[in-house]
């Protein structure tokens, strides 16, 4: 963990000089020789050549069309031709007995889907057919694919970014790059559909969005973000 880390400070490092203290403001409104400034309400602010050292790039929210898909574990209870799994009430919305389910490289069916009675990992347990017997314990992956609905507001998967507190995307704000939360919906490929939190048309900042929350950390928690040893 300690390494990942290491390493998605590098190219804020590059362009913040150093992981040393800074006495940086919130509210900070003038450029900051470290290349970034914040204004609260408005977000992160980047000099050109920090902007360039991050190799920043941003991108219009466009309306795409999502074929949904999700991957369930699945295990057999006993040795045979049957495995379950667990889903979500939304995931067990979308999925109807008899139809197909890829598993590792067959093809399987889904049997039947029954609401858990009881707290468990999951609100339904959906059972499937395998196209070959497997053996009592095993651990299979299982895809549920759907057609392709209509057009939604999508944006790339690479411009989300998940925290503790929420799944955020970097919306242009003028000058500044606002830290904005969203709910995401179907996924897709690349891409995934927002549900809330951003209008078609949009300015997106689609990489690399870590550096740029790195960089609000650098600022709001005084330079102890880049503290790369913790």
């Not at 991050?54 to 040795?79: C, D, Y």
């Not at 093809?107 to 029954?114: A, D, K, M, T, Y």
Request: glycine fraction near 8%; proline fraction near 5%; hydrophobic fraction near 40%.
């Amino acid at each position: 963990m300690k390494l990942l880390f290491s390493i998605l400070c590098l190219p804020i490092a590059a362009a913040l000089n150093s992981c040393s203290q800074s006495n940086a403001s919130p509210t900070h409104t003038a450029a900051p020789e470290n290349g970034a400034q914040f204004r609260e309400g408005k977000g992160v602010s980047l000099t050109t050549l920090m902007m360039e050292s991050i190799g920043l790039q941003t991108a219009e929210v466009q309306e795409e069309k999502i074929a949904p898909s999700f991957t369930v574990n699945l295990q057999s209870i006993q040795r045979g031709s049957e495995a379950s799994g667990w889903l979500t009430e939304a995931q067990a919305q979308q999925v109807k007995p008899g139809m197909d389910v890829e598993i590792s490289s067959t093809i399987g069916s889904v049997l039947r889907i029954e609401k858990a009675p009881y707290l468990t990992l999951g609100d339904y347990e959906v059972t499937v057919q395998t196209a070959a017997p497997v053996e009592a314990g095993a651990a299979l992956t299982a895809t549920f694919r759907f057609p392709a609905s209509d057009a939604v507001t999508a944006i790339p998967k690479a411009a989300l970014l998940t925290t503790a507190e929420g799944t955020f995307v970097y919306a242009k704000n003028d000058e500044f790059y606002l830290r904005t939360p969203v709910k995401v919906g179907s996924a897709s490929g690349e891409h995934v559909e927002i549900t809330d939190g951003l209008y078609t048309g949009d300015e997106i900042v689609t990489t690399p969005v870590m550096s740029l929350w790195l960089a609000e950390l650098q600022i709001l928690r005084g330079g102890k973000a880049c503290n790369c040893g913790h």
